[in-house]
């Protein structure tokens, strides 16, 4: 018994007495780097006076001194341990455990250490007999390992991956070119361990540690952490998302992490970049993985190619990237295509491919925002104004807009007189009467006679007739309509719904233009007619009224056909034409201007549906009573022509009661047009619209229409 405690004691001084100890208050701080030459404590001076010197002395080689920075009663339980080792548990060296660690940071299993796929962590064998605070520092390095193997697991997933797209490749090689620093650190460690496994196990002040090794990777696993992270967030993204959600990190309070997270951006967003470089400088849409917020429809033809065939995708849209730029960088793309496949010219994309200059070809890169948003403004402005100078100059638009202004819309005076004269006695017939052949050498008559002969020839080659389809009981007035065909490039402003408005608008206008006709028919009928049935005394006063309500309807006609030729169409035309020569700096904006120009004469044209129907319904009203007037004032004049003819040959009939009819009709006639004219009045005058109130006033001027109304 005896000799044991002397051995025990003997050995516990043993560990008391070294320099380990001793240096206890020194050692316990953070592990500082080792010096450049190592440094001796003569065994003659105490420790208060050591000093390091300068060059070691030959005399006396320096030995190896151990190293502990365990507390003294740490180091009393190791020391007993190995003395008397624990039955069933495996005594481990450090140095074997970190040899296992190196292997945890490369995502293998160790021989102690191993990772168990159920807790997805890494853990220690139970049998090894380790301190707790070695098993602590063990654990929170082998959270070095587990992130590594996510790391390296989503790079062998996603690099060959046929589906996930450039930009995220282009992670994938960012995050393989950051591991080479970490590689470079791993076989540093290996080389120093492999050093001290070999030894003697004596530990120096140059020896590998866990306290050390956990300050030597900090570095790496804060950045393994920002990978992991990166990882987790960037799953299942591609493209522009993926950009947009890397982007998101760099707002953070943290510099090197901003600056990280900076840095691997502009090596992922490389594909993007060189996307939206193709994009805007040639008009190639080289997105093989859908990644890039521009999309193209092939199936879209190509003279749908401005409305239809390009969009954005909102999802691909980098946050960084204001809407109103993605919007210009959408519209550069589909100029240069535009110009290329519609129009036919190569002249600026050739300009483009031909600089060579940085200052003229901006390079887009992450980080550059401003720069890249100025080139967009420049390379849009420059796109816009070729595409447009091209449709004005080349396919003459501001031409086409006349013509279907002229000839339309009515504005062509002497022309619409004309082919109404030759084809007022045609359409009064049935519809199903006509043929568009005969019709359109009318048109061609009318064009000749008039100085729409002296327009451009490729103009007046796209007016043609076209007959709408034929319900039971049509006239000719009712199908018969104008029409301008349209081709590439100009159909893109001319767009089917554009033309189906200007049909309407047409419609609208030929009919107001029938009733102007048919009334001043009339007038100058029953102009003659008051000279003509003089000899018929008791039909004077009958004549008089139909004079008196011909001459109203004459005005009201008047009156609102002034309203829509020059209140409503030419003011919206000189809107237009200033929008379109002096604010419109894109093809967008030239089509725009055009449907607000037509959407405007629909509006006040009386054609536009809601509230507006009730007031075009009122109108036709007024327009189907004045027709019929005109065929019960046919009726009253053929009855006038027979009287008079029966008169002049001595043969006297009793015509009172057939008389007394139509005077009643007449009345009746009279009435509906006042009562309708007073319900269109009321409805005017619930509209706030200036121009609509100034219409009404006009209308009833000094109470005109309200006088004869209250008269009635």
């Not at 006396?60 to 008397?84: G, S, T, Y």
Request: charged share 25%; hydrophobic share 35%; with cysteine.
């Amino acid at each position: 018994m005896e000799s044991s405690i002397d051995f025990i004691e003997k050995a516990l001084n043993s560990v008391l007495s070294s320099p380990g100890l001793q240096s206890m208050d020194r050692e316990h701080t953070n592990y500082i780097p080792p010096v450049s030459r190592p440094y001796e404590i003569p065994s003659n001076e105490p420790v208060r006076n050591t000093r390091r010197r300068l060059t070691p002395e030959t005399s006396v080689p320096p030995q190896p001194m151990e190293v502990d920075n365990l507390p003294p009663a740490l180091q009393l339980k190791r020391a007993r341990r190995e003395l008397f080792p624990v039955e069933g548990y495996i005594h481990v060296t450090e140095s074997e455990l970190l040899r296992d660690l190196i292997y945890i940071f490369q995502g293998i299993d160790g021989q102690y250490i191993k990772f168990d796929v159920i807790v997805n962590e890494y853990t220690i064998k139970k049998e090894i007999d380790i301190l707790p605070s070695a098993r602590d520092m063990i654990y929170r390095l082998s959270e070095i390992g587990w992130l590594y193997r996510q790391v390296q697991t989503f790079i062998k997933q996603n690099t060959h991956s046929p589906n996930i797209g450039l930009v995220a490749q282009s992670l994938c090689s960012a995050l393989q070119y950051e591991l080479k620093d970490y590689y470079k650190m791993i076989s540093i460690l290996e080389s120093q361990i492999e050093k001290q496994l070999k030894g003697t196990g004596i530990l120096t002040e140059h020896s590998l540690t866990l306290t050390r090794l956990m300050v030597w990777t900090m570095d790496s696993l804060r950045k393994l952490k920002l990978m992991s992270v990166l990882v987790d967030v960037c799953k299942d993204k591609k493209g522009g998302a993926l950009v947009s959600v890397m982007h998101n990190y760099t707002k953070h309070g943290d510099p090197f992490l901003k600056q990280y997270i900076i840095g691997m951006i502009e090596k992922v967003s490389s594909p993007f970049y060189e996307m939206l470089q193709r994009w805007v400088y040639e008009g190639e849409l080289d997105d093989p993985y859908d990644e890039f917020f521009v999309a193209c429809d092939e199936e879209v033809s190509d003279d749908q190619l401005w409305q239809s065939k390009y969009s954005i995708r909102e999802g691909m849209l980098p946050s960084f990237i204001s809407k109103e730029i993605a919007q210009k960088i959408c519209s550069i793309g589909k100029s240069l295509n535009f110009i290329r496949y519609s129009c036919h010219d190569d002249t600026l994309i050739e300009h483009y491919n031909t600089l060579s200059s940085n200052i003229e070809k901006q390079t887009f890169q992450y980080g550059d925002i401003r720069n890249v948003e100025r080139s967009i403004d420049m390379i849009y402005l420059d796109t816009s104004r070729e595409l447009l100078n091209l449709l004005k100059h080349k396919y003459k638009l501001m031409d086409h807009l006349r013509a279907l202004k002229r000839y339309l819309l009515l504005g062509q005076g002497d022309f619409i007189q004309y082919l109404m004269d030759i084809l007022g006695q045609h359409l009064n017939k049935p519809a199903n009467s006509l043929y568009r052949h005969n019709l359109t050498g009318t048109l061609d008559s009318a064009i000749r006679s008039s100085n729409a002969q002296y327009d451009d020839p490729e103009v007046l080659n796209r007016l043609d007739v076209r007959l709408l389809e034929i319900v039971k009981g049509d006239l000719g007035w009712d199908v018969f309509t104008l029409d301008y065909h349209v081709d590439p490039p100009i159909n893109t402003v001319f767009n089917p719904l554009a033309m189906k408005q200007y049909l309407a608008i047409f419609n609208f206008l030929w009919r107001l233009k029938r009733v102007e006709y048919t009334l001043s028919a009339s007038w100058r009928e029953w102009g003659n007619a008051s000279r003509e049935f003089m000899n018929l005394p008791d039909m004077v006063q009958d004549l008089h009224l139909a004079q008196l309500s011909i001459q109203r309807m004459i005005h009201f006609i008047y009156q609102l056909q002034h309203y829509v030729l020059f209140e409503v169409l030419e003011c919206s035309w000189d809107k237009l034409e200033t929008c379109i020569e002096n604010k419109c700096i894109d093809l967008d904006g030239v089509i725009q201007a055009h449907s607000n120009y037509l959407a405007e004469i629909t509006e006040k044209g009386f054609l536009k549906d809601g509230k507006q129907a009730n007031l075009s319904k009122s109108l036709n009203h007024l327009f189907d009573g004045i027709l019929e007037y005109k065929s019960k004032l046919d009726g009253l004049y053929s009855y006038a022509h027979d009287r008079s003819f029966r008169e002049a040959n001595g043969i006297l009939d009793d015509e009172d009661q057939k008389m007394k009819e139509m005077r009643k009709e007449h009345e009746e006639m009279s009435s509906k047009f006042n009562a309708d004219i007073e319900e269109f009045l009321n409805m005017l005058k619930s509209y706030h619209d200036e121009d609509l109130r100034s219409l009404s006033t006009r209308l009833d001027y000094n109470d005109f229409y309200s006088s004869n109304i209250n008269t009635a």
